[in-house]
């Protein structure tokens, strides 16, 4: 005798995703992560790069920091072109990869770009305005951590060029136990930011794992 649960639950099996296609699903609704918050993240640098050359404007040379901001402000333009086309078209899961790829690349672009700033806009005779800029850089890192958890590598790509050149600058370009300390606490940070940004990624895979198993 035809017992009608045990056709509901077959019927049910047949629509559960294979290994291979949940894991695709998976790196799907990453991508869906990474474009969710880049609003934020663009938010962010529009209103963080105008206000660091704001407070180096009587320090820095104009020029550099004039061309420095026009980056920034266009790659913003970039990423918010690339979000509103992603949305557009809504993807499928066949597809979404190329879609992701295109945003690390600008994740990479935007960690280049503060960490140029740290390098070549930082003042080597102004020490509060290099607090500042660490205080920038850390802040937009640790932006960066909770935008692109979704995948590990958008957390890289943005954090170790954003922070390294600047940890650096501390270490070499300075002689005084302030800049030693400094380059310390930014290479601390940047380890700490990791080991988080680890943690939450393990956290949205397994969420997203149990969610399609």
């Not at 960490?115 to 305005?129: E, I, N, T």
Request: charged share 10%; aromatic share 10%.
């Amino acid at each position: 005798m035809h017992h009608p649960l045990q056709s509901d639950e077959s019927r049910s099996a047949d629509f559960l995703p294979t290994p291979g296609e949940r894991d695709r699903l998976v790196r799907a609704e990453q991508v869906q992560l990474l474009y969710t918050k880049a609003p934020i993240a663009i938010a962010a640098t529009l209103i963080n790069a105008p206000l660091l050359v704001l407070t180096h404007w009587n320090v820095v040379a104009h020029g550099p920091l004039v061309a420095w901001l026009t980056c920034m402000l266009l790659l913003s333009i970039a990423r918010a072109w690339l979000t509103i086309e992603y949305r557009r078209a809504s993807p499928s899961p066949l597809v979404e990869s190329r879609w992701g790829v295109w945003y690390l690349v600008m994740i990479a672009l935007a960690g280049i770009g503060w960490g140029s700033a740290g390098s070549f806009l930082c003042p080597q005779d102004s020490f509060p305005h290099q607090v500042f800029m660490g205080f920038v850089l850390a802040g937009m890192t640790a932006g960066a951590v909770a935008a692109y958890s979704a995948t590990m590598v958008g957390v890289l790509l943005f954090a170790l060029p954003a922070l390294i050149p600047f940890a650096v600058q501390c270490f070499f370009a300075h002689d005084s136990d302030f800049h030693l300390v400094m380059g310390a606490m930014t290479a601390l940070y940047l380890i700490l930011m990791v080991f988080l940004a680890r943690t939450m990624n393990q956290t949205i895979i397994t969420s997203l794992t149990l969610r399609f198993e």
